[in-house]
């Protein structure tokens, strides 16, 4: 019956070109939608700190401990995450990770004390490093070169969208529910994703199958929660207390520890050897630093709007939300996907990067005393870290070969860990080193600015503790713009050159890099994207 087997072919051809998936954008909705919960969980918990004191009867360190539970969890096992995936399935691993997500969630809910509720949250860690890491696998996975970076552009929105949505879903609920529904409203997310993954994910994995590296896993994750717990605990107990810095020391000897075994043994979980990928240099280096702008830009500014213009936590969270606005319009309207074939990808990272410092400079220089000049700011900012931040992931993964795509979707998320906790850090020690240069006599010596305004009598003095609360940050703003911004000279730097190289080398047959793809358009040879069983 030739008819009979020539007329699926005819009938689709037109309709779907050859190796595309045909539902690969309703996947991608639904691994945006995981992605955002797993990032809706890093921020809207903090609006419900009052209520948890109250009902729950927590401490000020029960709290600590319930909201730093899940960023320690999940940044410890981001490595390990991705290579499980890459081992044994991604589409296994991301339904594993929404079935732990959710049911954590129902006993977060659930919880009837503050030990129930930080050992729910670490649940949910785990089933978030899964989601982070192999969300962006599958997304390398079923997406072609023409296609990915637009769906790396609505993926990265994602984390902007979360980061401001938080605050105000946290806010609405607790306006009309108790504080469980802030976990409850993950289940029916995390069931419909999970039919949905079952259904619609093509199954890959690595095809070699390398063994599974379980001490390099082991020292990845001391090595991890070593530093993010200290950058974590750093603005509480004092940057140089005691157990930050025991805590950063295990943390670097556990990082090094980890460098030197990868190197020596013969399946590594990642292979150091992309550290000498300039390519792989430079995407890692911008997304450090655009990480480090905008997390440490959010701290700052969250903390101006309250303490300085005098708004609610509600109404704060409104004023940041042009930012992740303006972040969406420009990636799913897929303006940046349509700008990296004419800017390229170091053009794409220095023009973001760019942006991104003059959107933190006009913060610092006009928003001192109004939420006018923040607003021009905060577009600004939007339009750079829309250019810059899917160029520097689809850049980062091009340079690791598809079959470690969950490895390199790991790494993709320990740097935006990575980078967001330094931002905090650094310019906060900034922002408290110039606040308190500037304090007036009558309040000297104080190290916040609660403790400062406490000391004050008069408007004059509560006047001058506020303007030097926002001159140190405006001065903070100001360092970490010339950080982002000397950051993407480096990183366009380091892909131009790499870029370069692959070009001399071409015409000689030799591949410039191990992995064999140019920067910014990754090939994903069939292995890795057919079927694994």
């Not at 899964?130 to 390398?140: E, G, P, Q, S």
């Not at 997310?189 to 999970?194: D, H, K, N, P, T």
């Not at 400062?452 to 503790?465: F, G, I, N, P, Y």
Request: charged share 10%.
């Amino acid at each position: 019956m030739p008819g009979a087997r020539t007329s699926p072919v005819t009938s689709t051809a037109p309709l779907q070109p050859p190796g595309r998936n045909a539902a690969r954008w309703l996947i991608l909705g639904v691994i945006c939608l995981a992605q955002l919960t797993v990032i809706l969980d890093n921020t809207v918990l903090n609006v419900a700190i009052p209520s948890l004191t109250k009902e729950l009867g927590a401490t000020t360190a029960d709290v600590q401990w319930t909201i730093s539970a899940y960023s320690l969890v999940q940044s410890g096992l981001l490595l390990t995450a991705g290579n499980a995936a890459d081992r044994y399935g991604r589409k296994k691993m991301l339904a594993i990770g929404l079935a732990l997500f959710g049911v954590a969630s129902l006993g977060a809910a659930l919880a009837q004390s503050p030990a129930q509720l930080i050992a729910a949250r670490a649940g949910m860690g785990i089933g978030g490093a899964l989601l982070v890491t192999t969300t962006l696998a599958v997304v390398m996975q079923i997406f072609d070169d023409a296609e990915r970076p637009k769906a790396i552009g609505i993926w990265s929105s994602v984390n902007s969208l979360g980061f401001a949505a938080g605050p105000l879903i946290g806010g609405a609920l607790l306006d009309h529910f108790w504080w469980g529904s802030l976990f409850l409203v993950n289940l029916p997310v995390a069931v419909i994703a999970l039919l949905a993954v079952l259904s619609l994910v093509p199954e890959s994995k690595n095809p070699s199958g390398d063994r599974p590296d379980l001490l390099g896993a082991l020292l990845s994750m001391i090595g991890m929660v070593g530093v993010v717990y200290a950058i974590i605990t750093g603005p509480v107990t004092g940057w140089t207390s005691t157990q930050v810095l025991l805590s950063a020391a295990v943390g670097a000897a556990g990082l090094a520890a980890f460098a030197l075994w990868e190197l020596h043994v013969p399946y590594p979980m990642l292979d150091m050897h992309f550290f000498r990928n300039r390519r792989f240099i430079g995407a890692v280096s911008g997304g450090i630093l655009v990480a480090f702008g905008m997390g440490g830009s959010i701290f700052l500014l969250t903390q101006h709007l309250q303490f300085v213009l005098g708004y609610g936590p509600l109404e704060a969270g409104l004023r940041m939300a042009p930012l992740a606005v303006t972040v969406i319009l420009i990636n799913f309207t897929g303006l940046g996907a349509r700008l990296m074939p004419r800017l390229g990808t170091p053009g794409m990272i220095v023009s973001g990067m760019s942006l991104l410092a003059a959107g933190l400079a006009a913060i610092s220089l006009l928003g001192g005393h109004g939420y006018g000049g923040m607003l021009t700011g905060l577009i600004v900012m939007g339009l750079g870290v829309a250019l810059a931040m899917p160029a520097m992931a689809n850049a980062i993964m091009s340079a690791i070969p598809p079959a470690k795509a969950g490895v390199g979707a790991g790494v993709n998320g320990t740097l935006m860990e990575f980078g967001q906790g330094l931002g905090v850090a650094v310019l906060g020690a900034v922002l408290n080193s110039r606040f308190v240069a500037l304090l007036p006599v009558v309040a000297a010596g104080a190290g916040s600015l609660p403790a400062a305004l406490a000391h004050t009598r008069t408007d004059a003095e509560r006047s001058a503790v506020q303007d030097a609360f926002a001159t140190g940050i405006g001065t903070s703003q100001l360092v970490g713009a010339a950080a982002v911004f000397l950051g993407g000279l480096l990183a366009a730097l380091l892909l131009r050159r790499a870029e370069r190289s692959g070009q001399e080398a071409e015409p000689t047959g030799q591949e410039a890099e191990p992995t064999g793809r140019e920067a910014g358009t990754p090939s994903v040879p069939a292995p890795s994207t057919a079927p694994a069983e």
